[in-house]
């Protein structure tokens, strides 16, 4: 056998793992620069093998990591080999290479590691078990498929499980909720587990009930520490999941999933987009139409709102980055690693070069504080985040090269977009002066008349950001403008400090960046009063809060 093929039929034979069995050499004859050449084929009759009745496909684009080349008009493509890499084939539109039946993990890869991963390193999770050689003829087999211009994607960031137990609350608390969901595909922007990388067996099959083929990019926490800097600190994610970094396209938009955690070492690390790494993203680029969508998928954020300055939660090299992109127009990009919900625009004075300021959405965590706080009535920890944010997901809608995404929180009630409360309700989490509180007690309990001249409305608007105006209506007054405000969720400070005993040691109420407030007008009489606050988000869509306000007098 001479070829080998990246097909249907190796997936069902549960062949993407180890595959050194299936693999012929290459053929003899030395070379003075190593290349791997082979086929993009239709699997028409999804055989999983190349036969008279499957064409190749042109102009499909194959990398190395670095190097991007398309098909010809047969489907052949030819690359440089490295010594170590990864080969595989950037789904084009139209098109779907094979899935796990088991996972719905995407095979589109061959590893070329001869070696395997370096046994001098001792891993603690299994990372890559020797290849071979290179087959003469490196084939990958895709399918046909429907793709419509208009789609949604189901977005996750930091599920992040550490024990058995958080991945029941992982299955618990948002695949149920995805039951039937009309979405294309999911991706997961990094932190799919935290540090115990022997639970994505588990965690990949109850992903894979969903239904949907699953993207993922590695986080901070999916990284073998063994190694001592970038290059073998992704050893098990490739195993599981193939390149820590790679492209895809459906219908017309391209999906760059971005590796930007920079390992250095003895468990540190740095936002950083490697040298090869920007090569591949200009290589992609030079061979796709200046109208598709971009979509940049990382995991450590271009920005942050909590510390700006901090390499391991910003992209150190973000302007290099945009630099790689150039001046499209239709472009948008998501990370997640702060388990905070944060917009940012980014113009000419931070280094972009497109027409209009390029947006940047860190996406809530499906973790929240990282699965903390009190537990409800399934057993599943509340986990709302420390910028306010209940845990949950984002759903991405594309219709053409335009987009908008909208949030969807695992626990709030009908999807519950904002939370209002009454800061004179709480305490600012000093547990000092919380002597008053008895077990029991509401968090949005009744305020007495005397205290609303000092009381402040508080909008937690989950999604909101720079772009998002808030006001608020009490009664039949007229409307009243809130303002954005840099505080914590008063709600969520609360709860840290009424239940420290279910939250992990570090986790603490940060300034959000999506809070509005208003000082409630002096003369409320005592009575019931309908409170409704009424946001226009980023993207110019209404989402609507109720609060039944009680003054006593």
């Known amino acids: ?32 620069a190593p290349t791997v050449s082979g086929v993009v084929f239709e699997d028409v009759d999804r055989s999983g093998w190349r036969g008279a009745n499957s064409p190749g496909i042109a102009n499909v684009l194959v990398s190395n990591g670095r190097d991007v080349t398309a098909t010809d008009a047969e489907g052949r493509y030819s690359l440089p080999l490295p010594d170590e890499a990864t080969i595989f084939v950037i789904k084009p539109a139209g098109y779907m290479p094979p899935v796990d039946p088991e996972t719905q993990l995407p095979r589109f890869y061959r590893h070329h590691r001869p070696q395997g991963s370096p046994a001098a390193l001792n891993l603690e999770f299994a990372g890559l078990a020797p290849t071979g050689p290179m087959p003469a003829s490196l084939n990958f087999s895709l399918t046909r498929q429907e793709e419509p211009a208009a789609f949604e994607v189901v977005l996750f960031t930091d599920p992040q499980p550490e024990s058995e137990a958080e991945v029941d609350f992982v299955r618990e608390d948002v695949i149920e909720a995805l039951a039937g ?34 993207w993922n990019v590695g986080g901070n926490h999916d990284l073998n520490f063994e190694a001592p800097d ?41 936002g950083r987009l490697d040298v090869a790494q920007l090569d591949f993203i200009k290589n992609v680029l030079a061979q796709t139409p200046p109208d598709t969508l971009v979509v940049v998928v990382l995991h450590i954020p271009l920005s942050n709102y909590l510390d700006p300055a901090d390499p391991s939660v910003n992209l150190t090299n973000r302007e290099a980055l945009f630099a790689a992109l150039g001046d499209r127009r239709a472009i948008v990009s998501f990370a997640g ?25 860190v996406l809530t965590a499906v973790s929240g504080s990282w699965w903390s706080g009190p537990f409800d009535h399934r057993g599943v920890a509340c986990a709302d985040s420390r910028d306010g944010t209940p845990n949950g997901f984002h759903i991405l809608s594309i219709d053409g090269n335009a987009y908008k995404t909208r949030f969807v929180p695992a626990k709030e009630p009908n999807g519950r977009q904002m939370r209002l409360s009454v800061s004179s309700h709480f305490h600012g989490g000093a547990r000092e002066v919380m002597r008053d509180f008895r077990p029991g007690e509401l968090l949005g309990s009744r305020i007495a008349r005397e205290a609303i001249g000092a009381a402040t409305l508080v909008a937690d608007v989950f999604d909101g950001g720079p772009k998002t105006t808030v006001v608020v209506k009490i009664g039949e007054r007229a409307p009243l403008a809130m303002a954005r405000s840099a505080m914590p969720d008063p709600f969520v400070q609360e709860v840290f400090t009424r239940n420290e005993a279910t939250k992990k040691s570090w986790i603490k109420a940060e300034v959000s960046s999506h809070i509005w407030t208003v000082r409630l007008p002096a003369d409320l009489a005592p009575g019931a009063h309908r409170v409704v606050v009424e946001a226009t988000t980023e993207y110019g869509d209404v989402v609507t809060g109720r609060l039944a306000l009680e003054v006593m007098g």
């Open 230 to 270: 970038r290059h073998y600190s992704r050893e098990t994610f490739r195993r599981v999941f193939g390149p820590n970094y790679y492209a895809f396209f459906y219908a017309k938009s391209l999906f760059l999933m971005l590796d930007d955690v920079d390992y250095i070492g003895a468990r540190k690390y740095e």
């Open 1 to 32: 056998m001479s070829e080998y093929e990246v097909s249907r039929r190796e997936v069902l034979i549960g062949a993407a793992g180890g595959l050194a069995a299936a693999l012929a050499p290459a053929a003899a004859g030395a070379q003075t």
């Open 337 to 361: 690693h702060t388990h905070t919900t944060e917009h940012h625009y980014f113009g000419a004075d931070e280094g972009w070069k497109g027409p209009t300021p390029h947006h940047h959405h």
């Open 181 to 214: 969901t009309p979405a294309k595909f999911g991706l997961t922007a990094g932190d799919v587990m935290f540090d115990d990388l022997s639970l994505y067996d588990r965690y990949n099959k109850i992903i894979g009930t969903i239904g949907l083929p699953w």
